[in-house]
């Protein structure tokens, strides 16, 4: 199916300001402001590509063998017609509670399939059968269950809610190479992205951890 995720409309210059007729000059930010944004700075920072030799292995086979869903409201999206062994990265997107990074990796997915065509995106979610889906974006992608008699793949990829009682993710986009290795964690509602739905910063913030998803799979397709 195509791909259409509509951007955030652009006011044209013939239209009236939402402001009244003049926009006001922003004032300029103040001392607290300014010291947020530069502790977002340095945690964000900290984020970056996993070289292959620090990186955690991490068994697809047996996540891709898990059992999967739909959510049967909204059409379905895969990409598995462009599914190759040993040359698909994978994104994962590891949900418990949030939405804004399904909603984010929907929206950049036309452009990451640009890079890398193979790339596969998922869902790791407790329980595809009861799992409520985003109703902000056009398309469902594939639903895996992570939390089985014999299995827990948010403990394999290391992001088990401390409060969750074995069942709840830390919510995170990971980037799994096409050898297995956990390439990329990027937090959402914790660690540097605790931060993601601020009115302040959290816009600065989700196009910060975009921007490294994007190189994150720029550099996995380079070594290929």
Known sequence: MSLIYPGPRKRSASEASPYGPFDSVPEAPSG???????????????????PVADAWPVDLSCILGSPTGESGRIPGHDNWGNYREGKSAFVFVVQGGCMVHYDLLCAILPELYN????????????????????VSVPFSLPLI???????NHFVRLGLLHPLGGGQVPLDALVVVDAKGKRRLVLPFGWG?????????????????????LRKCIEELQREM
Do not use: F, N
């Open 32 to 50: 607290d402001q300014q010291k947020r944004t530069k502790t977002y700075d340095s945690e964000l920072d900290a984020i970056d590509v996993i």
């Open 115 to 134: 890079i890398s065509p193979a790339l596969q995106a998922l869902v790791l979610c407790r329980d595809p059968s009861s799992h409520t889906p985003s």
């Open 145 to 151: 269950q992570a939390v089985g008699p014999s299995w």
């Open 192 to 212: 540097a992205g605790r931060h993601v739905g601020d009115v302040g910063g959290g816009k600065m913030v989700q196009e910060r951890l975009m921007g490294m």
